[in-house]
């Protein structure tokens, strides 16, 4: 491992020099790299609920293999959260393999996900001898095609680009300006070019990841189109089974789905527009290009829309996780709604504060010299002076997206206390009653008083 020093140093160095207009990024790179960690984390966990609560359901295989996917691809940047030396190309490349097998079967589980709430026009999907082989079936397939991609590209060189390491760890001599040529390492077969280190900034290393074929490109903006079907899909199969008596929970599943998508196609559209201006202007997107633009206006175009995409990948992967895991578990699992309501705000706030005072930061910094600190303040303060308010309208949203649902247990206990309610009134035998019918349901204390609350105040509302 090469050595820059203590890491909270180093951290800090980055990220305090980041610097759009002369291309210092590498702050935002480790911000990117650790949200990416507690992301696929957060996926790998919602997979593994998900399949333990009904392991042999078709419906949770195949959702288990969609977020597994998704925990992959938030990755994106793994392997700038520490500094790595040369030893870890090999392990880079064999990931990014992993992250285009991802993409490509993400294409095909989006619009697969039909078969589970069909439309009047896809009903052929859900027949049992098709859904039930989609979860081991679409990875195969998506094995099959991205080893003829690799095949007819020459290699993996030709199909998913190079690794180049850059670095900047060792003692060198810098010029006047503070600058001196980097260490560069590189995977077989990829292009040379030339790198430089900065002296405010060193020691550092960092990885840069090269553009294969165009259909590298191409296989990152093709998932966005595959869940804009995938969105129209879930759209038709939730107005078809609501208005089918007794399939209101398929109904509210597809709404979840259709939701899911609608965030993926919304935050991710827009970063693929962005892919496709970058592709526009410099002939295609790849980061390697970073080290051949001299137009600084140019430069800070190609960052904004890099680093868009990146928290694309990140936003919507866990909104999606989010979503999913709530239809397929709303009924399965006791208290499972509200839980992921308040991870789900807690991510929004983190979120909202994080690239609030990155902006703020950055903005401060190009207006006063050391003024990133400033920004911070000025950014920071109300948002712990104003946190429960914040709080309040997250959870509002939050409730919107993902409406109180209780599992067949718990809809049971809610009868027992409506007819107990039926006075207004809960009388010593009637409390008695219901402890009873909460120890036979399985409920503990502290989910029995957050259903008879929610029914309070929901009886309040409608008096």
Not at 386 to 396: G, Y
């Amino acid at each position: 491992m090469p050595d820059v020093g203590p890491l909270a140093s180093y951290y800090w160095r980055t990220i305090s020099g980041t610097d759009f207009s002369i291309g210092w990024t590498m702050g935002l790179t480790h911000v990117i790299s650790l949200l990416g960690v507690i992301t696929s984390l957060a996926l790998l966990f919602l997979a593994m609920l998900i399949i333990r609560a009904r392991p042999k359901a078709a419906e949770n295989r195949f959702m288990c293999v969609l977020l597994l996917a998704e925990s992959w691809r938030v990755l994106a940047q793994w392997y700038n959260l520490i500094p790595l030396g040369p030893e870890a190309i090999p392990f880079i490349q064999y990931y990014r393999v992993g992250w285009y097998f991802c993409g490509i079967l993400c294409i095909f589980l989006y619009i697969s996900t039909v078969a589970f709430y069909p439309t009047k026009r896809t009903g052929f999907m859900s027949k049992d001898a098709i859904k039930n082989k989609l979860w081991w079936f679409l990875p195969l397939i998506s094995a099959v095609i991205l080893g003829l991609l690799v095949a007819s590209n020459g290699g993996l060189q030709g199909t998913i680009g190079g690794t180049m390491l850059v670095d900047c760890s060792t003692p060198m001599d810098f010029d006047a300006e503070g600058n001196a040529p980097a260490v560069l390492t590189y995977s077989p077969g990829m292009e040379e070019t030339t790198g430089t280190c900065n002296v405010d900034l060193s020691p550092y290393v960092y990885f840069v990841p090269e553009a294969g074929s165009g259909l590298s490109t191409l296989l990152l903006i093709l998932p966005v189109f595959s869940a804009t079907i995938a969105m129209f899909l879930m759209r038709g199969a939730w107005k078809r089974l609501r208005d089918e008596e007794g399939r209101e929970n398929e109904a509210n599943e597809a709404r979840s789905l259709y939701i899911g998508f609608t965030g993926k196609v919304t935050i991710k559209g827009m970063a693929v527009i962005s892919i496709i201006a970058t592709t526009v202007m410099f002939g295609r997107f790849n980061l390697a290009d970073m080290s051949s633009i001299e137009n600084t206006e140019q430069l800070v175009i190609y960052l904004y829309c890099l680093y868009a995409f990146l928290f694309s990948i990140l936003l919507t992967g866990m909104f999606e996780g989010f979503m999913f895991t709530y239809a397929i578990l709303k009924n399965d699992i006791l208290g499972i709604d509200e839980k992921l309501r308040k991870a789900f705000s807690a991510a929004i706030f983190a979120g909202i504060g994080g690239i609030s005072l990155l902006l703020a930061t950055e903005m401060m910094e190009g207006l006063i010299p050391g003024g990133g600190l400033v920004g911070g303040v000025i950014i920071g303060a109300p948002l712990v002076v104003l946190r429960k308010p914040i709080f309040v309208a997250i959870n509002n949203f939050s409730s919107m997206l993902m409406p109180e649902a209780f599992t067949k247990t718990e809809l049971s206990y809610i009868e027992a206390y409506e007819i107990a309610m039926e006075d207004r009134i809960i009388t010593d035998e009637e409390r008695k009653f219901l402890k009873l019918q909460a120890k036979t349901l399985g409920l503990d204390d502290e989910r029995v008083k957050y259903i008879e609350s929610w029914y309070d105040e929901n009886l309040e509302e409608e008096e």
